[in-house]
């Protein structure tokens, strides 16, 4: 534990979830966590520390089967079971010291930010939401994110994806594959911009426990997860930011996603997936931090 955060526990699902609490002095409390296997401390160490120098409340959470959370098997990973982890976690920052629970917000980056979007629109009461860099699915973005990969390559994550799927029904281990690489290898990510991601999460191999791997079957079913359909039911004030030249989660696939939302704002800032991490971090933090203070810290208190 270190002075500025302690480690704090919650259930989701009859299983402890691990995060770290950042109390605050604002009464606004941001719930946080990675994109889909990436672990609470690569994945928002880095902007949770700016928020809390800002006077907010942090909770960042590892999800079921990830990092310090409990949860077997690890590193499968169900899209439903991490919106559950949300909704956990939303009802537990609630209860912390210091935190009024009409002043809410949720950020989440790529994978973690598309969930953000049905579990946002479950949960009208929240004060404010930050997408960034969001995978929204669709037809038009899988084909996108496709063309950067061969078709051997494709057809490997297809089958492997699949041996995966069928393993985990006869209670068989999973079968683990990386988070990126090059293209026209198998992996979850295999656009040009996700060979940034270790830089960006990891320099420095400064978190040498975070595996960097997924379970293929877990991979396989983003493909069919389409997360911005719910875009239009978010009632909250919606931060989306992208990046011109996303190969990942490009711009103009999120917007047209999202464009819906009835309070949706956009920041578009320069570079590739991870620039929000790297060359365009102050322009990214600055705008999140303008977007809470308009909307989560100058909230009136519910009656």
């Known amino acids: 534990m270190s002075v ?26 941001v719930i946080m966590a990675g994109g889909l296997a990436v672990t609470k401390e690569a994945a928002t160490d880095l902007f949770a520390r700016r928020f809390h120098d800002a006077g907010f409340s942090v909770l960042a959470f590892d999800y079921r089967g990830l990092g310090e959370s409990a ?7 169900p899209m439903k079971a991490q919106q559950a982890d949300w909704e956990a976690a939303i009802a537990f920052a609630g209860t912390l010291p210091g935190t009024a629970p009409d002043r809410l917000a ?3 980056f790529s994978a973690s930010a598309g969930h953000l979007l049905p579990v946002a629109a479950r949960n009208p009461q929240l004060a404010a939401v930050i997408l960034q860099t969001p995978f929204v699915g669709g037809l038009s973005a899988t084909r996108k994110a496709a ?10 994550f297809t089958g492997v994806g699949l ?5 985990g029904v006869f209670g068989r281990r999973p079968t683990l594959i990386p988070l990126s690489r090059e293209p026209g290898t198998v992996a979850l990510l295999a656009t040009p911009d996700a060979l940034d991601g270790d830089r960006a999460l990891n320099p420095g191999n400064c978190h040498p426990d975070w595996a960097q791997m997924v379970a293929a079957r877990t991979a396989l079913a983003m493909v069919a997860y389409r997360p911005g359909r719910s875009a239009a039911r978010v ?3 919606l931060l989306v930011v992208t990046c011109d030249q996303d190969q990942s989660t490009p711009a103009e696939e999120v917007r047209r996603a999202t464009q819906h939302a009835p309070l949706v704002e956009y920041s578009q800032i ?4 991870y620039a929000p991490f790297l060359e365009a971090h102050e322009q990214a933090v600055d705008a999140q931090l303008a977007f809470l203070g308009r909307h989560a810290v100058r909230r009136l208190p519910a009656r």
């Open 235 to 237: 009632r909250s004030p």
């Open 270 to 273: 320069p570079g590739r997936h």
């Open 163 to 167: 041996l995966d799927m069928l393993g």
């Open 4 to 29: 500025e955060r302690e480690k704090v526990h919650f259930v989701s699902g009859g299983t402890q979830c691990a995060a770290w609490h950042y109390p605050g002095t604002n009464g606004v409390c």
């Open 147 to 156: 063309s950067h990969q061969t078709t051997w390559a494709a057809l490997r």
């Open 106 to 108: 949720l950020w989440g």
């Open 71 to 77: 949860g077997e098997p690890r590193l499968v990973l």
